[in-house]
Each structure stands twice: as structure tokens, then as C-alpha cells.
């Protein structure tokens, strides 16, 4: 399996980050809607990338779902624990926020659930790991589906979870109720991790976007700017229920055609854009940005003594601040701490070790085969490979 990175799918991340930046250093109190569509967008990302990734695993001739579970599990470990709970043990330490209270539920990856259950957003330090709990629980039901289920239903699976998700935004009229839990339990999510999901099924079986998604995301992302900046919500619930419907199943289809055309790579002079190398460099550190920005934005305030910017308030001073120290930090935790831990993915394969090193044995340099007198019994090769050159 190759491990060549979608550089420009690391743009997208950049960009995605970014947003949630904005959102929670610069916007109005210290929340956007473009901070919204950036974890939206960062949904569509995993679900494409890892089902892509359990969907290359499947078709390796020496797959077994065991030894691949086992894998995916350890490499998302390693990925994702170490810098999660060395934050979570930073704000033990220093109780900032007086967070300890709610740190079990973090630790556990229910964040979603504590700020569901209370309906506020206490404490505010963490109140974005809210996301990382939804992806670790994709994570952990996903792969069980995609490595286990019959290969002919995972496509109508996803799908079904896609549905499901929808029906899921009918919770609000149903039951009158206009809580957190209609955006921060995973059905809310998972039409944006499905989706993603989908785009990795029929990228794997050679199908391209559909063409009413092709032709039509930018009639999808005009529609959602025309609603987000020149229609206010309006005051009647049923009304303001269907505006809200409309902002978050609207973008699905321009950020599934986004992540397609990135993950194909956009050629000119967008192409150029989403490969600048400080682009591509945010991206790498994104989950590094994401998980530390509201601590540092937290010990920014409390230095704003010895700072000659205002940074107690939205505004680009806190912004400029904020978001340098929180790349300079997050740049550092994977220089000394993410990446080291990162390459130790390479000891748990998703096929079989000793599959594959079998396979190595029986192949010369450059992979071709190692039988130079045709096959490894010592008879010439199949005639079709003698006439295609492929036994030379």
C-alpha cells in the first residue's frame, strides 16, 4: 500500500483550520458559522481518507480483518493519543477553566455527550474537542463495517448512514427542543463523514462524481452564501428550522466535489495555490493547530500585561497572536513529538507481515520476479506472459 501523501488534500486541511482560526479568535463572539464548515469539511476529509485507506487494505491479496483491525486501531493511536491526552494532562495540572470536572468524559472521547447532556458550553477550553469525540467514534464503528460487512452492501451501507444523518436534522420540529444535542450527537455528523466515505467507494471502483454533483455544487455553494449572508434566521421556528436545515446539508455537495477535485489534484494555477509549501506545511500540523488553539488563546489573555496587542478581545490582535503561537507550538509537537510517534505506524502493517515479506523473497530488484528461468517450479512462464514481456 502506497503512503504517497494527496498534497493538496493537505491544502484543504490548511484551509479548513483556518476557518476554525477565524471563528474562535476573530469573529463576533468568538463563533462562526465558518468555523462550522471547516469541521464540516475536516468530516468529509476523514471519512474519504480512512475508507479509502481500509478499502486499499481489503483488496490486498493477503488481507485478513484481524491483523488489519488490530492495525488500524494502533496506528490511530499512535497518531492521535499522544498530543490529546498530553493537553488533557496540561489542563489537569493547571485546572484552567476549572476543567477537571469534565476530563473523564474527555478522556473517554464523550465530549459530544457532556455538552449535550448540559446543553452549554462548559467549559469553554474544550468544548472543541466535541469533534475529535465524533471522529474517534466513527473511527471505532467505521472499519468494522468496511473491513467485515459483505463488499456488495458497504456502498448501500454508506448510503444508509448518509439517509439517516439527514432524517436525524428533523430532530429539532419533532421535538421542539433547540439543544446542543441536535448538532453534537454523531448523527449529526456522520452525513459529512459518510459522504466522504461514499466519494472513497466509488473513486475505488474507477466512478467519477456524479454528474448532477459535477454540474451542480456551484448552484449548492451559491445557494448556502445567498441563505448564510443575506437571509437572517428568521423568527418563526418552523422557518428557522428549515433555514438552519438548509446551511448544513447545502454545503455537503460543494465539499465532497472539493475533496474529489483535490484528491485528483487540481492542475493551473489553482493547482499552484493548494501547493504552496506554507500552505502545505499548515496542513501537515493541522490536528496539532486544531487540538491547542484554545489553550493558547487561554494563556494569551492571561499574558495580555506584557503583549502590545489586544488579545482579550475578538478581534485581528488576538487573531495574529493566537494563531502564531498556536502554529509555532503545534509546529514544534510534530517536529519533537508527533512525527517520531508517527513513524512507528510503520511496524503495524495492514496486511500480514509475514504475507508480504513472502512475497519480497520471491521478487527480484524492482519487484519484478525472481525466476529467471520462468516459474518458481523451473518450467517457462505462462505463454500470455511471454508474449506481454511481463516473465522478463
Known amino acids: 500500500m502506497s503512503n504517497q501523501r494527496d498534497i493538496q488534500l493537505d491544502a484543504l486541511r490548511a484551509i479548513a483550520v483556518t476557518m476554525v482560526l477565524y471563528s474562535h479568535f476573530f469573529a463576533a463572539g468568538g463563533s462562526s458559522f465558518l468555523g462550522h464548515l471547516g469541521v464540516r469539511l475536516f468530516f468529509v476529509l476523514s471519512g474519504f481518507l480512512i475508507t479509502r485507506l481500509l478499502l486499499e ?41 476549572q476543567s477537571r470536572g469534565s476530563l473523564l468524559w474527555h478522556a473517554l472521547y464523550l465530549s459530544n455527550f457532556w455538552y449535550a447532556l448540559r446543553n452549554e458550553w462548559t467549559p469553554w477550553l474544550l468544548c472543541h474537542f466535541w469533534s475529535l469525540s465524533i471522529e474517534e467514534q466513527f473511527y471505532i464503528a467505521w472499519p468494522l463495517i468496511v473491513l ?24 429539532w420540529p419533532v421535538t421542539a427542543n433547540t439543544a446542543l444535542a441536535r448538532d453534537l450527537l454523531p448523527p449529526a455528523s456522520m452525513d459529512a463523514l459518510a459522504c466522504g466515505a461514499l466519494l472513497a467507494m466509488r473513486a475505488a471502483r474507477g466512478a467519477a462524481l456524479p454528474q448532477w454533483m459535477q454540474r451542480g455544487w456551484p448552484a449548492f455553494a451559491a445557494a448556502f ?14 422557518l428557522e428550522w428549515a433555514h438552519w436545515l438548509l446551511l448544513q446539508v447545502l454545503p455537503l455537495v460543494p465539499l465532497v466535489a ?8 487540481f492542475g493551473g494555477i489553482l493547482g499552484k495555490l493548494a501547493e504552496l509549501p506554507a500552505l502545505l506545511a499548515l496542513g501537515r500540523i493541522s490536528y496539532g493547530v486544531y487540538l491547542y488553539h484554545p489553550i493558547l488563546l487561554a494563556y494569551a489573555v492571561k499574558a495580555q500585561p506584557w503583549i502590545p496587542l489586544n ?19 503545534a509546529a514544534i509537537s510534530w517536529q519533537v513529538f508527533e512525527k517520531p510517534l508517527n513513524g512507528l505506524k510503520r511496524h503495524f502493517p495492514y496486511v500480514a507481515r509475514r504475507a508480504a515479506q513472502e512475497r519480497a523473497s520471491k521478487a527480484g530488484w524492482f519487484g519484478r520476479p525472481a525466476y529467471p528461468t520462468g516459474s518458481p517450479d523451473g518450467r517457462e512462464p505462462p505463454r500470455n506472459l511471454r508474449r506481454t514481456g511481463a516473465g522478463q
Open 57 to 97: 487494505a481489503r483488496a490486498a491479496a493477503e488481507f485478513e480483518a484481524g491483523p488489519a483491525l488490530r492495525s488500524f486501531y494502533i496506528r490511530r493511536a499512535l497518531r492521535i493519543f499522544p498530543p490529546y491526552f498530553a493537553v488533557l494532562g496540561l489542563v489537569w495540572l493547571t485546572d484552567l477553566e
Open 148 to 171: 467485515l460487512a459483505p463488499r456488495r452492501r458497504i456502498e448501500a451501507i454508506t448510503i444508509g448512514v448518509i439517509a439517516l444523518s439527514l432524517a436525524y436534522r428533523f430532530y
Open 225 to 238: 452564501l445567498a441563505i448564510q449572508w443575506f437571509i437572517p434566521a428568521p423568527a418563526d421556528p418552523m
Open 258 to 265: 472539493i475533496v474529489a477535485a483535490c484528491s485528483s489534484g
Open 311 to 329: 488579545v482579550s478581545e475578538q478581534g485581528p490582535g488576538r487573531f495574529l497572536v493566537a494563531s502564531t503561537a498556536t502554529i509555532v507550538v
